[in-house]
């Protein structure tokens, strides 16, 4: 079956040091995979996207993806965390254009001063 | 930039009753979708929209939850009668299918049912 796995439910880091929230993922297809982030009572945010090429992207907000094929990872990372960060982190994958995307249930992220 | 448009923001009611959501997804978005995200938990597709037809509605509790996008374009999300498990945040989304695959979501009804 198709899912999404993100290991951490909750990671505290502090302002200033780096992140990295992980994702895993079992798909059957090429997977298209993404990191959306959201605020509390607020809609999804895509952060940024893989579909092919280039294993490392660059997203919004200074974050960065790194997708490993052979470890079904497309882990999350920033170099400087700030405190606007705190939010939830959601990573999801997909396969053919149009089809909906499935979710992993979230690491919510606090960033302390 | 354009964005995808939801009514209400919040809606509180009472167990049994009836209740609506309206999504008006990004111009020229042929397709659209309608998630739930249960309190700590990632969205889970209800149902999707090619135009006006549904692509995937398996997941989507027909006994209760209607859902109809009539001319293609905005959509409407019903659920009667409302229960208590059905309290969570319904979100919309649309994308430019076959040329773009990215989807952008809407800023959600958050549901509460008493």
């Known amino acids: 079956a198709q899912s999404v796995t993100q290991p951490d439910i909750h990671i505290t880091v502090s302002e200033g040091a780096s992140l990295e929230l992980r994702c895993n993922y079992s798909y059957g297809a090429t997977p298209y995979l993404f990191w959306y982030v959201q605020s509390p009572g607020q809609g999804l945010q895509l952060l940024l996207k893989y579909f092919s090429g280039d294993t490392l992207v660059q997203g919004i907000k200074g974050f960065e993806a790194e997708f490993k094929r052979s470890q079904s990872s497309f882990n999350l990372r920033k170099p400087s965390v700030h405190w606007s960060d705190a939010a939830e982190y959601f990573c999801a994958v997909g396969d053919q254009a149009g089809t909906a995307l499935i979710f992993g249930k979230g690491t919510t992220l606090s960033v302390s001063s | 930039e354009a964005e995808v448009a939801q009514s209400p923001r919040y809606k509180i009611t009472e167990k049994s009753q009836a209740v609506a959501f309206w999504c008006d997804p990004i111009?020229?978005?042929?397709?659209l979708y309608w998630y739930r995200q249960i309190l700590g938990q990632g969205p889970e597709l209800l149902v999707q929209f090619q135009d006006e037809s549904v692509v995937d509605d398996s997941q989507l509790p027909k006994d209760r939850f209607s859902a109809e996008r009539l001319k293609g374009v905005d959509s409407t999300l019903k659920i009667q009668p409302a229960e208590l498990g059905d309290s969570a945040m319904y979100l919309c989304a649309s994308s430019l299918a076959g040329v773009s695959y990215e989807q952008y979501f809407g800023p959600g009804t958050r549901l509460t049912v008493t």
């Open positions: 111009s020229g978005h042929a397709t």
